[in-house]
């Protein structure tokens, strides 16, 4: 088991742009999580799958944000025309149920 | 919301000294978790306290969790260059899946030699 992977590391993207980031769990993990940490900030709860439903979304999730996770494995998180504000490290946790959640390596991405 | 107040923001220290850091709320929390984090790598799992008054050692590091259930401290006992990281402590949100956790801001700790 190689722990939560995340795709790419690093994304520079230009204003307007639509990106798209990948996550990969822990095989037998059912959970999935999006954060999202700017400088200086501990990370931020974004949304959470549970199998290939999404269950909750926070307020920071706005309508330019999409996330799926079509077949309960890997998610994608999507970004319609990026502002700057957006840039930040974005990262991708699961969990076994209610046991401890694991974070990826997190995608960094710089809005410029 | 519930919040997170970690102390001190920043600490700088010589190796082979020992620190305390602390994690604060208002409000009570189930059980908290305490986080390393290094430059441009995700938050790593160090410990999750669950009992008010519960003390977990984990080598050098001794986590506490208050009584109330409402703070927490990391004590490090002879810093080493290795211990320089992000600390960060955090909760699962009241009314939802332990995941969704409220983190604070972080005491970045550096050791130098």
């Known amino acids: 088991d190689t722990g939560v992977s995340q795709d790419p590391r690093h994304k520079i993207t230009k204003r307007g742009q639509n990106v798209t980031f990948r996550c990969d769990p822990i095989?037998?993990?059912?959970?999935l999580y999006w954060y999202r940490q700017t400088l200086g900030q501990g990370p931020e709860f974004l949304t959470y799958?549970?199998?290939?439903?999404?269950?909750?979304k926070s307020r920071l999730l706005s309508d330019r944000f999409s996330a799926e996770r079509p077949k309960g494995s890997f998610s994608t998180l999507e970004i319609q025309r990026t502002e700057q504000g957006d840039s930040a490290m974005y990262l991708c946790?699961?969990?076994?149920?209610?046991?401890?959640?694991?974070f990826g390596s997190g995608t960094r991405l710089t809005v410029v | 919301t519930q919040l997170l107040e970690q102390s001190p923001q920043f600490l700088s220290i010589q190796e082979g000294e020992n620190l305390t850091v602390y994690c604060n709320s208002s409000?009570?929390?189930?059980?908290l978790q305490w986080y390393r984090q290094e430059p441009g790598e995700g938050p790593v799992l160090l410990v999750t306290?669950?009992?008010?008054?519960e003390v977990k050692k984990l080598k050098r590091l001794t986590f506490q969790f208050g009584d109330a259930r409402k703070d927490s401290s990391l004590h490090i006992t002879a810093a080493q260059p290795g211990d320089t990281g992000l600390y960060l402590c955090?909760?699962?949100?009241?009314?939802?899946?332990?995941?969704?956790?409220?983190f604070g801001r972080g005491t970045q700790l550096t050791v130098w030699p």
């Open positions: 946790a699961s969990s076994l149920g209610e046991n401890r959640v694991l």
């Open positions: 095989s037998e993990h059912n959970r």
């Open positions: 799958f549970q199998n290939e439903a999404q269950l909750e």
């Open positions: 409000s009570v929390f189930s059980s």
């Open positions: 306290v669950v009992t008010g008054g």
């Open positions: 955090a909760g699962p949100d009241r009314g939802s899946t332990l995941g969704r956790l409220y």
